[in-house]
């Protein structure tokens, strides 16, 4: 007998693009070049750049119904930052601050490993990106399902080795940057000049951490499934040829 509860469907796919551009790209742009003296001035830019990555958490939400952890992260980084730019601390609490936020967010996924919703599986491990639902059928039916845990925490322990590495880069490049004293245009220009030099000195090693995690997943995955990495990845629904017109419809009892 057919089961008459309906199924809940799955949460509509995230636009990545768009999520680093609300939430990383544009905060840090205003709080950048829109919040000195001839933008938008301190407060006005602090609540502007807040409010993008807000909006987009609580739309995320509302469409997904998913917490957005990017949005929160982003949303955190530019109240820290902001609120130190209006208490006029200097150079060294930026450093500190952009040390402190990858550093917790490694501590975090550490810390989540343990937890039925490990940070690892949103950020490498995404059901949006990976056919979970496959590769779980394949590895009950290998009976693999000790050494996926096993790829699971070490792809845990490199996820969180990029975040710590970012962590000790950035605070090292701010404490080289910022020399200006708070509220001057030259603080605002090394504010600029360390977020460009956080990008090339920071990110890109701390992603070729990440990037070779993921490369290790997949890898793992394909030797514990049996699976191609097509087989792995989630495809997008086939779409169904339109029919010419005049063309009637196919009888699905294959009658004449």
């Not at 929160?72 to 109240?79: D, Y």
């Amino acid at each position: 007998m057919t089961d008459p509860t309906p199924t809940a469907p799955a949460p509509k796919p995230e636009n990545l693009l768009l999520n680093l551009i609300c939430n990383v790209a544009l905060p840090t742009a205003i709080q950048t070049w829109g919040s000195g003296e001839r933008g938008l001035g301190p407060k006005w830019g602090l609540v502007v750049a807040l409010l993008f990555p807000l909006a987009y958490g609580l739309y995320d939400f509302a469409v997904r119904r998913r917490f957005n952890f990017i949005s929160a992260l982003g949303f955190t980084s530019v109240l820290i930052t902001g609120g130190f730019g209006l208490m006029q601390l200097d150079g060294f609490w930026f450093a500190v601050k952009d040390g402190a936020v990858p550093g917790l967010i490694g501590l975090a996924v550490l810390a989540s490993m343990g937890t039925k919703a490990p940070l690892v599986e949103e950020l490498l491990y995404n059901p949006q990106v990976i056919d979970a639902a496959r590769v779980n059928a394949a590895l009950a039916a290998r009976n693999h399902q000790q050494e996926f845990a096993r790829l699971m925490k070490g792809s845990s322990h490199l996820l969180a080795l990029s975040f710590f590495l970012s962590a000790g880069l950035n605070y090292g490049l701010a404490r080289l940057i910022i020399t200006g004293q708070p509220g001057t245009e030259l603080f605002v220009q090394q504010l600029a000049k360390m977020h460009w030099a956080s990008l090339g000195g920071a990110v890109l090693p701390a992603m070729a951490i990440m990037f070779y995690a993921l490369w290790r997943m997949f890898k793992g995955l394909e030797r514990l499934t049996g699976l191609t990495l097509d087989e792995i990845l989630k495809q997008p629904p086939a779409k169904s040829e339109p029919r010419g017109e005049g063309t009637p419809p196919t009888d699905p009892s294959g009658a004449a």
